[in-house]
């Protein structure tokens, strides 16, 4: 059971609703709120090719009142591709240096403080040295089966390989030589507002049954 799973024995290679998922990334707003616009980044097709990725947005969201920027990097394929190549081990491999262990942060993305409205996130910081100055960035990442944003100990284990998954990356570039996340943390700001709009988008509510 354990390798059909990972490798994809009784779908034969064709999923339905990784195609159906994959479609909707190209309706994932550019505008998120009154305040924050997003431009496109280019990403290497290699890079997406390696991590599994059958659609994907780059994207820098830019608040026009504040000024603050934050990176999008999203994924959706295979949990046997998706569930690994996260930043810790990623970035390390680009030349970063993780600052601190990986902790969790969790905030609620719709209103109130439910269970079933908070997103759980991997977070830490990462620095990497360049003769031109250094690049200093804090990334909130986690998965989305279609249920909640989650951040699992160990999420290979936590989905199934065959199973269509989403990732993402909320990426903030340090000003200064710290970085306090909070609730106030334009990564958190932003993600109360973009998290809804992308679970709208990709799971839209199925069609009213109007048979009598």
Not at 37 to 59: M, N, T, W, Y
């Amino acid at each position: 059971y354990i390798q059909g799973s990972w490798t994809d024995r009784w779908t034969q290679g064709t999923d339905k609703e990784l195609v159906r998922l994959a479609e909707r990334y190209q309706s994932i707003p550019t505008a998120i709120g009154t305040e924050w616009v997003g431009q496109d980044i280019p990403f290497s097709k290699q890079e997406l090719a390696e991590a599994g990725a059958h659609a994907h947005i780059s994207r820098a969201y830019r608040n026009s009142k504040t000024g603050d920027q934050i990176t999008i990097y999203m994924i959706c394929g295979y949990a046997r591709d998706v569930a690994v190549h996260t930043p810790e081990y990623c970035y390390v491999g680009s030349g970063y240096e993780v600052e601190s262990r990986p902790d969790h942060f969790a905030f609620a993305t719709a209103g109130g403080d439910a269970d079933d409205t908070n997103a759980e996130f991997w977070t830490s910081t990462f620095l990497k040295e360049r003769g031109d100055g250094a690049i200093h960035q804090r990334i909130l990442w986690a998965w989305d089966n279609g249920e909640n944003w989650q951040a699992p100990d160990n999420p290979r284990l936590q989905f199934p390989g065959n199973s269509v998954l989403n990732k993402v990356y909320l990426i903030t570039n340090i000003k200064g030589g710290t970085d306090e996340l909070s609730e106030k943390h334009p990564a958190v700001q932003f993600g109360k507002l973009f998290l809804p709009l992308v679970r709208e988008t990709l799971y839209p509510p199925a069609p009213a049954d109007s048979t009598p």
